[in-house]
């Protein structure tokens, strides 16, 4: 997903820095907030900023250990808030900015099969979406949170069995599951300049999964 991502917003001509612990990417745990504010006074001014890390955990309450619901949450939330806190003074005295979070369908479904620790996470981000798009909209600042489900990705193809993923598709109606690319195309809209009136909003990308 993060990878469709950047390619699509260097396509749009933006000059693209990604943050993650491996890969061709500027190594940083942004889970660490003095990590992040190193890297961040490196990089220098952002405009566009996409929330896309996060990791998945499947065990429910009883088997959830206090080193996961931790490790998980500090992934998947406190990274968000840390980068998101770096960026925002450069944008709002820039009068403009896009911030979009990764949110996920198991923070309004209790989780179909995600665990406890993911779906609290991803609840969270949405909260932090909300409260961020209010502070900033006058500034020029949009937030806006992107809730997919069973995005083609290795979380879903490598953690599932064969039988699960097509227990699971049979449940979305349009039946397959999200391309990393269909993703990548909502934050690019979300990021222009077409999008400057859609703030505080989540985006459902489920082929129907949820209605609502």
């Not at 993650?20 to 006074?41: E, F, Q, T």
């Not at 179909?112 to 909300?130: D, E």
């Not at 699960?164 to 979300?190: D, S, T, Y």
């Amino acid at each position: 997903m993060g990878r469709a991502v950047v390619d699509f917003l260097r396509e749009d001509g933006l000059t693209v820095h990604g943050l993650d612990l491996k890969g061709d990417c500027i190594h940083c745990d942004i889970a660490d907030p003095a990590a992040v504010k190193k890297v961040m006074n490196r990089i220098g001014p952002v405009d566009v900023l996409v929330n896309n890390a996060g990791i998945l955990s499947n065990n429910k309450v009883e088997a959830t250990t206090p080193d996961e619901w931790h490790k998980v949450l500090a992934s998947n939330v406190d990274s968000a808030f840390y980068v998101s806190q770096q960026v925002i003074p450069g944008m709002k005295a820039r009068r403009w900015g896009r911030i979009v979070n990764t949110c996920s369908l198991a923070a309004k479904t209790g989780g179909l099969t995600a665990g406890t620790a993911y779906s609290v996470s991803k609840g969270a981000l949405t909260s932090l979406t909300f409260s961020l798009a209010r502070e900033l909209a006058s500034f020029g600042v949009t937030v806006n949170g992107i809730s997919p489900a069973y995005v083609k990705t290795p979380m879903v193809t490598e953690q599932l069995t064969e039988a699960q993923r097509q227990a699971l598709i049979a449940q979305i109606p349009v039946g397959r599951f999200c391309e990393p690319e269909e993703f990548a195309h909502v934050v690019r809209f979300l990021v222009s300049p077409l999008a400057g009136f859609i703030t505080g909003e989540i985006i459902d990308l489920n082929g129907g999964l949820v209605m609502d």
